[in-house]
């Protein structure tokens, strides 16, 4: 199993700029999440998705959209990307069985840079 | 607002020291707690949880914590740090009234120095 894969790995845009990160898991999870980690901020929830064709919004989620039309993957979506983007992106699925038992697997993030 | 606090963002040891990082959260009801590690340029990997029952939990690589919870901690130990420890930690915590979201602390970055 390939877990949980994130594409790309590094992008540079431009100010205005749109883009679409693409996170894939194999392990029929049912939620997924997008985060950005910034220094000194730990980890920040953007959006997550509870299932397939569900999407809601977490502690961040202005100038950011998402999609889940399949459950394996779960797209993150800049429309007019801003310097204040720049981050790096995580994404991470679970099958929590009851709030107790949530543990999150994480791709191997998305480093981006807005100019 | 529930938070959860890291006390220190960076840490220095020698190989062979002792390692404590501390964690505490403000949230009343029942919790479960992790730490995730993230050695350098590599992603988050789960270190050990809590869900229930013995409060000292062992995790990877030699990794412990101990949930107290009248002092709303889960701190994380290692007896003897390598430098391959190198990382950084992040702990969180998910409360039962929170739709599975976890809630991160902000990190504590782990230099060994050989």
């Known amino acids: 199993n390939a877990g949980v894969t994130q594409t790309p790995k590094f992008r540079v845009l431009k100010t205005g700029q749109s883009m679409t990160l693409l996170c894939a898991q194999d392990m029929n999870h049912e939620y997924m999440y997008w985060y950005r980690q910034d220094p000194g901020m730990g980890l920040r929830l953007i959006h997550y998705?509870?299932?397939?064709?569900?999407?809601a919004k977490g502690e961040v989620p202005d100038g950011y959209n998402v999609s889940r039309l399949k459950k394996q993957n779960f797209l993150l979506g800049l429309e007019s990307a801003a310097p204040s983007q720049t981050s790096v992106y995580f994404c991470a699925s679970s099958r929590p069985t009851s709030y107790a038992y949530n543990e999150q697997f994480f791709g191997p993030g998305t480093r981006l840079t807005v100019l | 607002a529930q938070s959860v606090s890291q006390h220190n963002h960076h840490v220095i040891l020698s190989e062979a020291a002792s390692l404590e990082l501390g964690c505490n959260y403000s949230y009343g009801g029942t919790v479960n707690l992790f730490w995730y590690v993230q050695y350098p340029g590599q992603h988050l990997q789960l270190l050990l949880k809590y869900f229930s029952g013995d409060p000292l939990v062992k995790g990877i690589k030699g990794f412990e914590a101990e949930f107290i919870k009248s002092k709303f901690s889960f701190n994380l130990r290692k007896p003897s740090v390598q430098w391959s420890d190198t990382a950084e930690y992040f702990c969180a915590v998910i409360p039962m009234d929170s739709n599975y979201q976890l809630i991160w602390g902000a990190g504590t970055k782990l230099i060994i120095k050989p």
């Open positions: 998705s509870v299932g397939e064709g569900t999407t």
